[in-house]
């Protein structure tokens, strides 16, 4: 709202804006916590294994006192994005939102695994633009359509297939892989290799 009460289009509302730095450091935080903070964007076609991985990443992490949260697509799009669909705008500001609260998230010094299709490129480089360097690691969960229509368990591909659910990545809408991911998981592998994985690449002892 402008000063007046009326609505002002983003462009102007910003200029009225000021980012407030806070007092307490990155380095003040890891003192309390014992650790820094991390985002781990998982994406991968739907039944690639995402949520799978991250929730099972997360639980081992909190098992070596490692204070970690997983934001799941369905979860995201059940609350702070309900109001977003699947258009690639929709599909955009869906990705530049959650970007924006894995900052925050890393910000509070936690590690933040967020499992979302986010199907294209350059979405994801805008979150990663977000993060300090170092702070951001892309991860491939790389199984073939073929595979993940296989698994199949909510049924998505097969409405998809029959035309009942528009804009489906990979199948009425595109997803467009990693190029050089930070870290790529073969989710035909037994989900322990996959997290042993994930731990090593954060330095954290399997």
Not at 61 to 68: K, P
Not at 93 to 104: A, I, T
Not at 157 to 180: M, Q
Request: glycine share 10%; hydrophobic share 40%.
């Amino acid at each position: 709202m402008g000063h007046d009460g009326s609505t002002l289009p983003p462009g102007d509302a910003e200029r009225n804006l000021t980012r407030a730095d806070g007092h307490v450091d990155a380095a003040r935080r890891a003192a309390v916590t014992g650790h820094v903070g991390h985002a781990l964007w998982l994406t991968g076609l739907s039944g690639s294994g995402k949520s799978t991985v991250a929730y099972a990443v997360e639980e081992a992490l909190v098992a070596r006192g490692i204070a970690a949260y997983v934001l799941d697509g369905d979860n995201v799009r059940m609350g702070l994005n309900r109001d977003l669909g699947f258009s690639p705008e929709d599909r955009t500001e869906n990705v530049r939102r959650v970007g924006e609260v894995c900052r925050l998230f890393v910000d509070a010094g936690l590690v933040v695994l967020s499992a979302f299709i986010s199907p294209y490129r350059a979405d994801r480089d805008l979150v990663r633009a977000l993060h300090p360097d170092g702070a951001f690691s892309e991860v491939f969960v790389d199984a073939s359509l073929q595979v993940c229509e296989g698994r199949d368990v909510k049924g998505l591909y097969a409405r998809a297939r029959a035309g009942e659910i528009p804009e489906f990545s990979g199948v009425s809408a595109p997803y467009e892989a990693p190029t050089t991911p930070d870290l790529t998981l073969d989710t035909t592998r037994p989900l322990d290799a996959c997290v042993a994985d994930v731990l090593a690449h954060l330095g954290v002892d399997a």
